[in-house]
C-alpha cells in the first residue's frame, strides 16, 4: 500500500521559509511524477509545484523564483523549498503522486491518485 506523509509546516513570519518534506512508502509502478498543491482557506486546491520522472520540473506563476521542488529518489522523498513566503501562501500543503506523465497536465489535480495528508503553512504579515 502506498502512503505519502507530509511534514515542515508550520507558522513563520512573511519573507521566512520552511521546507516541505513528503515520505514515500509502499510501491508506485514505474518512475512517477510528484507534485504539491495547496489549499488556501475556502478555496480551491490548486497546483504549486511538480517534478516528472525525468526531473523536469514546472510551477506555477505565484511561486516561480521562491519555491522550489526536489526529489530525492534514493530516500523516496520529494521536498519543497519555500523561500520569501507571503501571507497568501498560507493553505494546507499536500504532496501527490502517480505512475508516469499526468495525462491532465503535470499540475492538475485530476491524475494524480496518491495524496498525504497535508501539512498547514501559516504566514503572518
Known sequence: QVQLVESGGGSVQAGGSLR????????????????????????EREGVAAIDRSGS???ADSVKGRFTISRDNAKNTLYLQMNNLKPEDTAMYY??????YNPYGILSDRGYNYWGQGTQVTVSS
Not at 516541505?20 to 478555496?43: E, H, N, T
Open 20 to 43: 516541505l518534506s513528503c515520505a514515500v512508502s509502499g510501491y508506485i509502478y514505474g518512475a512517477y511524477s510528484m507534485a504539491w498543491f495547496r489549499q488556501p482557506p475556502g478555496k
Open 57 to 59: 520540473t514546472t510551477y
Open 95 to 100: 504532496c501527490a503522486a502517480r505512475s508516469g
